[in-house]
């Protein structure tokens, strides 16, 4: 009988533990500047950018635990901290759709405060939550109104940097998971660029912001406000390289008392295309499908079988679905019957028996929807490398089966 273990893999949620984050010096190590920069009065905003499921909120809670103290990832990571320790006040929030700069302000200024009030004891931290309660309900979102938010923000946060100085504190550090869900156009670029400009003058030399999104979250900024390359230092994750991914999983084998051939490490770098949320998906998968503690090749097509078929088909199907019929179908089942992940514009058109730009408008769709990638000018992969193996096993959607309204472009 097989014994029953810790899963040592964590598909379904952010990294938090620094004993099991693998790989990413160069990003690590780029981060951690931005932190030896802002405890040293030299403040930089910085954003971490990838495609969704590559592992940016893992690494902004690595940065989060650096940030209070934590520095056992630099060190096992051989990284120069450039400080014998950190302790920075953090603030967290979760961004979404439909949120205004008001509701960003006003969210992580909630945390700010509970963050700031565990430090000062019994003593309470007020912040002006009624003044931007009025601003938020007038009619008109102009600039005015916006600089109203940026001053009572900057008003709040300054406060807060006196008293994390007071304390003691490396100073503050305001995490935005997820910033590319805020819609371009909500005023949010603008307020980032306004309220970094505005603490800057007012002297805020230990104030920082550290955002998260997806790979052109930047670019949709910029749109709203063309200087936002000047306030945040982009930090880009790439796919993982394959000696990162081989460290993930002989991490989590090891962790599970698990010996493994390694050929099971080369198959699942290859079915995973570098991307760390599968990597994980799979590592457990296997683990429930070892009976005797060896993973074995016959384990990992089990494990296979079962991410594909169960754990991920409803996704997988929905994702083949909101890609749209006809032509669209085409280009997926191209794409899924190359052998490598990334996949020219040249093999698709050979297989679909089109010309590049009489489906380019297909291939931006297909990039809008989240369910392809441009890897380079002219290369693409899935999203969700799974997808490939899905269409590979079933096929995509045929026009009888497609009960989408949608009309082929």
């Known amino acids: 009988m097989k014994k029953r273990y810790v ?17 990413r010096v160069k990003e690590i190590d780029s981060v951690v500047d931005s ?6 009065s030299k403040p930089k905003h910085t954003i ?119 304390k003691n504190k490396s100073g503050i550090l305001l995490f935005f998971d997820e910033l590319d869900r805020v819609k371009s ?43 936002i390359y000047r306030t945040f230092k982009d930090v880009p994750l790439p796919r993982l390289k394959f000696s990162e991914v081989e460290q993930i999983l002989e991490d989590g084998f090891q962790l599970a008392s698990c010996t493994y051939e390694n050929e099971v490490i080369e198959k699942i770098f290859k079915l995973c295309a570098g991307y760390p949320e599968p990597v994980h998906l799979l590592g457990s998968q296997i683990l429930k499908s070892d009976l005797d503690n060896h993973l074995s090749i016959d384990d990992f097509e089990l494990a296979k079988v079962e991410v594909v078929e169960t754990l991920r088909r409803n996704k997988l199907i929905s994702m083949l679905k909101k890609a749209g019929s006809g032509k669209y179908q085409k280009i997926l089942e191209a794409m899924a019957s190359h052998d490598n992940p990334n996949v ?23 990039i809008q929807r989240n369910i392809i990638s441009s890897v380079d000018r002219g290369v693409y992969c899935f999203v969700d490398p799974l997808l490939k193996e899905y269409i590979s096993r079933f096929g995509v959607i045929s026009a009888k089966d497609e009960n989408s309204s949608e009309i082929e472009a």
């Open 7 to 23: 899963d040592p893999f964590t598909p379904d949620l952010p990294i938090d533990s620094p004993s099991r984050f693998s790989g």
């Open 35 to 40: 932190l030896f920069q802002l405890a040293n």
């Open 48 to 166: 971490i950018t990838g495609d969704r499921g590559i592992g940016k909120s893992s690494v902004l809670v690595q940065v989060k635990n650096i940030a209070e103290g934590n520095l056992d990832l630099v060190t096992r990571l051989g990284i120069d901290p450039g400080e014998n320790s950190y302790d920075f006040l953090c603030a967290w929030h979760d961004c979404a759709t439909d949120q205004t700069p008001a509701d960003l302000a006003t969210g992580i200024l909630k945390q700010l405060k509970t963050s700031l009030e565990n430090v000062l004891g019994k003593i309470k931290f007020e912040i002006n939550f009624a003044g931007f309660l009025t601003v938020s309900q007038k009619e008109d979102s102009t600039i005015s109104s916006l600089s109203e938010v940026v001053d009572l923000f900057c008003s709040e946060i300054m406060k807060a940097e006196k008293e994390a100085k007071d």
């Open 185 to 227: 156009g909500s005023g949010v670029a603008t307020f980032f660029k306004l309220s970094a400009e505005k603490l800057s003058r007012d002297g805020a030399k230990h104030v920082s912001f550290f955002a998260a999104g997806i790979t052109g979250a930047i670019q949709n900024l910029e749109e709203e406000h063309g200087s």
């Open 344 to 366: 020219p514009s040249a093999y698709i058109s050979e297989k679909i028996g089109y010309k590049p730009n009489e489906y380019s408008t297909n291939m931006g769709s297909l």
